[in-house]
């Protein structure tokens, strides 16, 4: 055993304090010795709640308290004192959490739990306790130590946070029912008008722009969304052997707003090159990269590259723009953006700029 080994017996590991703290008087009079000084000048400085209870007398009362507990409980030195730490608790505090409590205390453990505590004025506090048993020299049970810790923002945060994510999940499912329903009717106004192709082609867009908002509503709370996860949706479908399409960025993120007109617009592109492009053969392939950069005009952007190489050869820009393109060009512009093509002999080149916000 090593010089610093602690007594068989009673005594416990797991960072417990081991060190004896001598009690004068079944009252508790105070630490006495050079330590027992500087642990209450310690305990009178920190920050943090501390309690002690001596489960020697009946109801195991606090036999010390420090000022950080005086001012998280409201109670005074006296009020306290002499009372079990149940005197906290409330009407709303779980008992599953108590019991855990209870059952460390019965087997002289270490536990940390998060328990709703009542300050004197009835107010409540998410309390993070930490207790834990010391012992004497010679192993015997004399008190049990509790770290308390005000972690009630840190609760409000959580709950805020699961609010937030509970509403991304409606407006998720009530946004899939809306482009249902809208394809629905657009279907159904196809085939009274004769339209068919028509109609398949808006649904096609439609589509595009639900699989683009689909993964991202989640961290939309965030304020920013990750273009990477909004990219790979919208052209998923388009490579299903996933091994024509390939990506090139970083964690990247950009505001809600900008993600109809980069769906839409990829959906454009796909839709040229699997008609036109690298994807209309067996052996064409297209790469796309997307990063924080600067525009023409000096503003930090979002900027998205679509490279087509190994298609068939292309012969200068087509004569029409396009009604996918139009539409594309025009929701770009609502966000500052614009998109940029350059017809080169071995494959289309695309770029779609959006001037970030504040950039």
């Known amino acids: 055993m090593a010089d610093d080994d602690p007594p068989s017996g009673r005594l416990k590991s797991s960072g417990q304090a081991h060190r004896a703290i001598v009690r004068g008087d079944a009252n508790f009079d105070g630490f006495k010795g050079a330590s027992g000084l500087l642990f209450e000048q310690a305990m009178a400085q920190t920050r943090m709640a501390v309690c002690l209870t001596d489960p020697s007398l009946p109801d195991d009362p606090i036999v010390f308290c ?5 001012q998280l409980t409201g109670y005074r030195r006296d009020e306290i004192v002499g009372r079990n730490c149940r005197f906290l608790q409330g009407p709303d505090t779980d008992q599953a959490q108590v019991a855990k409590i209870r059952d460390a205390i019965r087997s002289e453990e270490v536990v940390v739990v998060e328990i709703l505590n009542y300050r004197k004025d009835g107010t409540r506090f998410w309390n993070t306790l930490h207790l834990g048993p010391i012992y004497d020299e010679e192993g015997n049970l004399k008190y049990f130590f509790g770290s308390q810790w005000d972690v009630t923002d840190i609760h409000l945060s959580r709950a805020e946070e699961r609010h937030a994510k509970a509403m991304a999940r409606e407006v998720s499912h009530r946004l899939k029912n809306v482009f249902a329903v809208i394809g629905g009717i ?54 299903p052997e996933g091994d ?116």
């Open 66 to 70: 420090n000022e950080a507990f005086q």
């Open 186 to 239: 657009v279907n159904i106004t196809g085939r009274s008008m004769d339209a068919k192709d028509v109609a398949a082609k808006i649904n096609e867009r439609v589509q595009a722009l639900g699989r683009s908002y689909e993964p991202t509503l989640d961290e939309a709370v965030l304020g920013t969304i990750h273009v990477g996860q909004a990219i790979r949706s919208v052209l998923s479908p388009y490579d």
């Open 244 to 359: 024509r399409i390939h990506f090139d960025g970083n964690g990247v993120r950009t505001e809600p707003n900008a993600i109809s007109a980069i769906g839409l617009t990829l959906h454009e592109l796909a839709t040229n090159a699997t008609k036109y492009g690298a994807l209309s053969n067996d052996t064409g392939q297209v790469t796309i990269s997307w990063q924080h950069d600067r525009d023409r005009l000096g503003r930090s952007a979002l900027q998205i590259d679509w490279r087509e190489s190994g298609g068939p050869p292309i012969d200068g820009e087509p004569g029409t723009g396009g009604t996918g393109f139009k539409i594309s060009e025009t929701l770009l512009q609502h966000s500052r953006g614009i998109l940029e093509r350059n017809w080169n002999r071995d494959g289309l080149h695309a770029r779609i700029t959006i001037p970030l916000q504040g950039g």
